[in-house]
């Protein structure tokens, strides 16, 4: 056996070992790629209000008014603010259980409400644990599975590198005319569905494997600590970067509350202009109320991050993107590389195509390996010594002259 026949027969194997969460992924990372731009059409009903040229309402009315409609008994926890003034608030509830074995029995319980900023009123409760993109983005992510998840789709997408690698080097041309062959289709030459097949097998694969290779690698960081440290150790210059002690609320201040409308009016003053405010609310008595005003546009990933006593309003602690570590920085674009927006539409529709591709990519190799298996049985039937004597004739093709009636 060559070397490129035993390539070949490593990625065949690999490929039908994780070709089905492959496909998973490409298809569930199609839909989350344009979820900014399909919400908002999809959802219009509750997301996008009539802007007012007054202010909005103070955030502890608007969170009274969504906890009532949520129920006192799912307490809000977050809260987000959108930079864009046509849009509504949205408040979290939720419960998990990190110890459950599915998706499923992790989330207790998850309801979204969303508020009308400027009049108070709640525009819809939502059942957030069967929201439709909820549950794309977590089948992206750990299949339902949780921890087993997480894993089979981290070692899925090791073996999709492998996959892409291996295939390179199957793809390689031996000369310039098998070259032609291999960088774009010549379907006019065939009618084959076969061949067509083959085509669009390799030279899609060929043309998205470097956008495919970059999606894999930013996958692995969320799927193993171990890949995501190597990768900042990597971009710090092969320096550790030591983790800064968390900032505490001063419990001695207990009987105080602070103004939670005075925190986020300071951070708007600081971060005038954002995609979004993310509002963490205290989970416990040290616990600190924490603030994140994403970047605007395409460099969303440019998040500063406030931290406020919960009982005295003071500010404890303040990150932005340029006082992050190299590694750090890398970190927070990780989510924009993978998704494209870091450069904008043009980097999402290059994302959409890659993982539509990397979709196709399992299914195409499939068809090929049953082709080539079915061949194979053809080859190796025995031929019998009648046969022998009398190989059989191709048919002729009669012509039949037409006949006036």
């Known amino acids: 056996m060559t070397a490129k026949k035993l390539i070949g027969q490593i990625h065949l194997w690999l490929g039908l070992a994780s070709g089905l969460v492959v496909v998973i992924l490409g298809i569930t990372g199609c839909l989350y790629v344009f979820i900014d731009e399909l919400e908002p059409v999809v959802y219009k009903e509750h997301l996008v209000v009539?802007?007012?040229?007054?202010?909005?309402?103070?955030?502890?009315?608007?969170?009274?008014?969504?906890?009532?409609?949520?129920?006192?008994?799912?307490?809000?926890?977050?809260?987000?603010?959108?930079?864009?003034?046509?849009?509504?608030?949205?408040?979290?509830?939720?419960?998990?259980?990190?110890?459950?074995?599915?998706?499923?029995?992790?989330?207790?319980?998850?309801?979204?409400a969303y508020v009308n900023p400027y009049t108070g009123e709640v525009l819809k409760v939502e059942n957030g644990k069967y929201e439709f993109f909820n549950l794309v983005v977590t089948l992206h992510y750990d299949l339902f599975l949780q921890k087993l998840g997480k894993q089979i789709v981290g070692w899925?997408?090791?073996?999709?590198?492998?996959?892409?690698?291996?295939?390179i080097v199957l793809w390689w041309p031996k000369n310039k005319s098998a070259a032609k062959q291999r960088v774009w289709f010549r379907w006019k030459e065939t009618t084959q569905w076969k061949r067509k097949n083959y085509d669009l097998?390799?030279?899609?694969?060929?043309?998205?494997?470097?956008?495919?290779?970059?999606?894999?690698?930013?996958?692995?960081?969320?799927?193993?600590?171990?890949?995501?440290?190597?990768?900042?150790?990597?971009?710090?210059?092969?320096k550790t970067i030591e983790k800064q002690k968390p900032a505490l609320s001063d419990t001695t201040l207990l009987s105080l509350r602070s103004d939670l409308d005075l925190s986020i009016q300071h951070v708007r003053a600081q971060v005038p202009v954002a995609n979004y405010y993310f509002i963490n609310l205290p989970k416990e008595n040290k616990s600190t109320l924490s603030i994140?005003?994403?970047?605007?546009?395409?460099?969303?990933?440019?998040?500063?991050?406030?931290?406020?006593?919960?009982?005295?309003?003071?500010?404890?602690?303040?990150?932005?993107?340029?006082?992050?570590?190299?590694?750090?920085?890398?970190?927070?674009?990780?989510?924009?590389?993978?998704?494209?927006?870091?450069?904008?539409?043009?980097?999402?529709?290059?994302?959409?195509?890659?993982?539509?591709?990397?979709?196709?990519?399992?299914?195409?190799?499939?068809?090929?390996?049953?082709?080539?298996?079915?061949?194979?049985?053809?080859?190796?039937?025995?031929?019998?010594?009648?046969?022998?004597?009398?190989?059989?004739?191709?048919?002729?093709?009669?012509?039949?002259?037409?006949?006036?009636?």
């Open 292 to 405: 994140f005003a994403s970047g605007q546009g395409s460099e969303r990933y440019r998040f500063t991050s406030f931290q406020f006593d919960q009982y005295s309003g003071a500010l404890l602690k303040k990150e932005s993107f340029d006082d992050k570590s190299s590694g750090q920085k890398l970190r927070s674009m990780n989510y924009d590389i993978h998704v494209g927006s870091i450069l904008g539409l043009t980097g999402k529709i290059l994302a959409f195509l890659a993982s539509f591709v990397a979709a196709g990519l399992p299914i195409t190799g499939l068809y090929i390996w049953l082709n080539k298996k079915k061949n194979n049985k053809k080859q190796s039937k025995p031929v019998t010594a009648l046969q022998k004597m009398h190989p059989a004739r191709p048919k002729k093709k009669i012509k039949l002259d037409k006949v006036a009636f």
């Open 156 to 167: 899925s997408t090791i073996i999709f590198i492998l996959l892409l690698i291996s295939g």
């Open 50 to 112: 009539e802007q007012q040229a007054t202010a909005p309402l103070p955030i502890n009315f608007l969170k009274a008014a969504a906890q009532v409609a949520i129920g006192k008994e799912y307490p809000i926890t977050r809260f987000e603010i959108p930079g864009e003034a046509d849009r509504s608030y949205k408040f979290y509830a939720s419960k998990r259980d990190d110890k459950a074995l599915t998706y499923f029995g992790e989330v207790i319980y998850s309801y979204n």
């Open 201 to 238: 097998h390799n030279i899609l694969g060929f043309y998205t494997m470097i956008l495919a290779l970059i999606i894999a690698l930013t996958g692995l960081v969320w799927a193993f600590p171990w890949f995501n440290d190597s990768v900042q150790f990597l971009a710090n210059g092969g």
